[in-house]
């Protein structure tokens, strides 16, 4: 089991430069997710580590030793590969005793090994098939076999589940938190999706631009976001941003005005709010008006997209689905003066209120 | 399925079908016509061959008569010549389709300094028609003492520009390069990863470059004629193209075209043989399972 850090780590391919110097600290044990959108360079961050890329500077460290020129196989890393990549020409149990044998280990301890990961990711029925008489969710626990026998200090993810279909990346999702409880390995995982990145993450590291935003546990980053990015990116539907500005004790936004307790900062210039924390209310009682452009009832809850001048359309959360409210209804918004973000005119997040 | 925007009951689609098909018919013809007369003219006695309609076979049926007096004349020297075709064509097909094997790869999976260079020149190659080389080559190997030997032959066939080519853009298609990041995690070299982990997807591209490259070290005429100087030496080509010169000019006494015509009936019998072997190569779908597609 590894820490693994990372100091001042930069990756150019030609001129183009993908990671403009990155520090982390991965701890013992830990589950740590990249999230970031398309060219955030967050899977090129995950090759770095695993030694598939040559960094263009800065050092790689797993358990102090500095592995920055050490090959893939010299950091006793494990990796899973979003298209699995299994070797098509040979059986599972091949697959996942390829690099035992490489390594060359004694036959027995080979076996067992691959018999133990084949138990845990029940797949014993299917040791003498090749990958292509295999389903999708079979192929993945394979990958993620293959990955186990190794006993490495890390285990790292590259989209593993984005190639499974919905349902089966449900299930997946909840044995690799499984597999994280069991084998109480580090792993780092890296992923678009953001439900993943909430419910299998001890740290979540938000890639913007070859740069981190944030890290944070997902509660931290969804109570307290850094920056506009993360505030928008973690969470679904993503916070509703106005533009504001501080006029003693009330923020302005575009058609009317949230009173605070106390005065806000100064400097703010936009004003987040999740769409859990805005309240319907009839035209006129809220903080401003609107009118309802799209309503999405999803059973347990309801999305209300209401369109506001100057603000362009917020999203409302209403839980259930009997709220009686119709397209081109006009309401009123209530803000959740507790729950508000405040960012200045950087999109840096700033204290709600001085009190 | 039929082309896109027409179905298959469409009027266009069965015309634009008719004309396609009449098309391969005259290339079928065209192609089948010389094979054959060469069939029928090894049948035939050398009276008959010039006494007798070509595209048809003679009441005399002469072929087993022909093939005796083909492999007996002096000495049976063609089976000599059959045996140097084939080593020459197999040791040039294997080391062809090796090499382009292992050009082709590094083309496409790794980067390196002046590959686009490099790949530039291979392209280039396969435009210089190997003619062009021959002589260049009859000064090189008459310097470094090779003229004479197999290796005038095999070495020269050895270099094969559109291998490589065929090879880069098989191993883009076949192997993808997840195989390989994860055969390095597994600790395997590159050498181990090509070896153990993709060269069997790759069976199909390599038995196209070798069949291509046999082909062409079989029927290779020019480079021999140049570099071989005695008949021990000689391929197919070579020899039965001076026994033809020999019964033109009647001078080979009993040498007659019937034999050349059943030499050269023997000697294409090899090539088809090896098409029909490397034809179990030839399948898709080699790599499927092992990645999403």
């Known amino acids: 089991m590894a820490v693994i ?19 982390l600290s991965i701890g013992d044990g830990e589950f740590v997710i990249f999230v970031g959108p398309s060219g955030s360079g967050k899977s090129t961050l995950l090759r770095l580590i695993a030694g598939l890329e040559e960094t ?11 592995v920055t020129d050490r090959g893939p196989a010299e950091r006793a890393l494990s990796m899973v590969f979003q298209s699995y990549a299994l070797y098509p020409t040979k059986t599972v149990r091949q697959n996942m005793s390829f690099g035992l044998e490489v390594a060359r280990l004694p036959r027995a301890e080979i076996d067992r090994r691959v018999d133990a990961a084949a138990a845990i990711l029940k797949l014993e029925p299917y040791m003498a098939r090749k990958p292509r008489a295999l389903s999708g969710g079979q192929r993945q626990r394979v990958a993620i076999g293959r990955a186990i026998v190794r006993e490495p200090v890390a285990f790292l993810f590259d989209e593993p589940l984005s190639n499974l279909d919905a349902a089966l990346r449900v299930d997946m999702r909840v044995e690799i938190a499984k597999l994280h409880r069991r084998l109480a390995a580090t792993m780092v995982y890296v992923t678009h999706d953001q439900v993943e990145a909430m419910t299998l993450a001890d ?34 539907p993503k916070m509703n941003v106005l533009p504001a500005s501080a006029d003693g004790r009330a923020i302005i936004v575009p058609g009317g005005k949230v009173r605070l307790a106390a005065p806000p900062p100064a400097m703010i210039a936009h004003l987040g709010a999740r769409p859990e924390n805005i309240v319907v209310t009839p035209p006129g009682q809220g903080d401003i008006d609107g009118r309802v452009d799209v309503v999405e009832r999803l059973g347990s809850d309801t999305f209300a997209y209401v369109a506001v001048p100057d603000a362009g359309v917020l999203t409302v959360r209403i839980v259930g689905n009997d709220v009686g409210i119709a397209i081109d209804q006009p309401v009123g918004l209530a803000f959740d003066t507790q729950r508000l973000h405040l960012f200045d005119t950087r999109g840096q997040a700033v204290p709600a209120a001085a009190a | 399925m039929g082309i896109v925007g027409n179905t298959v009951r469409s009027a266009r689609f069965r015309r634009s079908r008719w004309v396609l ?14 094979i054959f007369y060469v069939v029928t003219a090894s049948t035939k006695t050398n009276a008959d061959l010039f006494g007798t309609f070509g595209l048809w076979f003679s009441d005399d049926f002469h072929l087993r008569e022909n093939l005796v007096d083909l492999f007996t004349i002096q000495d049976g020297i063609f089976l000599r010549w059959l045996g140097n075709t084939f080593f020459y064509a197999l040791t040039s097909a294997i080391g062809a389709a090796f090499f382009a094997l292992l050009a082709g790869y590094a083309f496409a999976k790794y980067d390196f300094a002046g590959k686009r260079l490099l790949f530039a020149l291979v392209l280039g190659a396969v435009m210089i028609p190997q003619t062009a080389l021959v002589i260049p080559l009859y000064l090189l190997f008459s310097k470094v003492g090779l003229l ?31 195989i390989i990041d994860a055969g390095r995690v597994d600790g395997a070299g590159e050498l181990h990863i ?12 390599l038995a196209t470059v070798f069949i291509l490259a046999f082909v062409a070290a079989w029927n290779n005429y020019f480079l021999p004629l140049v570099v071989m100087s005695t008949s021990d030496q000689f391929p197919v080509t070579v020899g039965l193209a001076i026994w033809y010169a020999s019964a033109t000019t009647g001078s080979g006494g009993n040498l007659l075209f019937t034999v050349v015509m059943a030499g050269s009936l023997v000697s294409i019998l090899p090539v088809i043989l090896a098409f029909l072997i490397m034809q179990r190569f ?8 092992s990645v999403k597609a």
Not at chain 1, 56 to 66: A, E, K, N, P, W
Not at chain 1, 216 to 221: H, N, Q
Not at chain 2, 149 to 172: K, Q, W
Not at chain 2, 194 to 205: N, Q
């Open chain 1, 5 to 23: 850090t990372l100091s001042g780590v930069t990756k150019s391919f030609g001129s183009v430069s993908i990671i403009k110097g990155v520090d």
């Open chain 1, 56 to 66: 263009s500077g800065g050092h790689i460290l797993i358990d102090g030793t500095d």
């Open chain 1, 203 to 236: 740290k979540i590291v938000v890639l913007d631009g070859g740069v981190i935003q944030q890290v944070g546990s997902p509660m931290e980053l969804y109570e307290r976001p850094a920056n506009l990015f993360v505030a928008q990116f973690i969470g679904s």
């Open chain 2, 21 to 34: 098909t009449a098309i391969l018919c005259v290339y079928l013809v065209y192609t089948l016509i010389p």
């Open chain 2, 148 to 178: 004479n030997t197999p290796l005038a032959v095999i070495l020269p066939s050895l270099v094969f520009p559109p291998g490589v080519f065929l090879m880069r853009v098989y191993v883009e298609e076949a192997v993808s390069d997840e």
């Open chain 2, 194 to 205: 090509l070896s153990g982990l993709t060269f069997r997807l790759l069976m199909p591209g």
């Open chain 2, 282 to 289: 030839w399948q898709g779908g080699l790599s499927a399972g």
